[in-house]
């Protein structure tokens, strides 16, 4: 199994910036993609930001110029950096891990990490 833990979510203002990190554990042979997910109250989930390892990074319209995407391969890391963050960016934000485990290839979820930006 592969287990994330996500941090970094909070409370900021319009304008401000966040960096929300996603660790993966467990019994992970290799990764084959990262991605965040964020899900707005009402809304259904959509995908942020996503990169294939190997591949080039990909963000929703929404927030191309503001968030970046970056992995740190040696701890199995996922962090997005949000700037320029806006109200309309409120959501629990959720990291998306599909890797190689014992015997299979997984899709995984974090815990889910609320941010909030005020106006």
């Known amino acids: 199994q592969v287990q994330l833990v996500e941090s970094g979510g909070g409370l900021v203002q319009a304008g401000g910036s966040l960096r929300l990190s996603c660790a993966a554990s467990?019994?992970?042979?290799?990764?084959?993609?990262m991605a965040w997910y964020r899900q707005a109250p009402g809304k259904q989930r959509e995908l942020v930001a996503g990169?294939?390892?190997?591949?080039?990074?990909n963000y929703a319209d929404s927030v191309k110029g503001r968030f970046t995407i970056s992995r740190d391969s040696a701890k199995n890391t996922v962090f997005l950096q949000m700037n320029s963050l806006k109200p309309e960016d409120t959501a629990i934000y959720y990291c998306?891990?599909?890797?190689?485990?014992?015997?299979?290839?997984?899709?995984?979820w974090g815990q889910g990490t609320q941010v909030t930006v005020s106006s």
């Open positions: 998306n891990v599909v890797a190689r485990t014992l015997g299979a290839t997984r899709s995984s």
């Open positions: 467990g019994s992970i042979f290799s990764i084959n993609s």
């Open positions: 990169m294939v390892s190997g591949g080039s990074p």
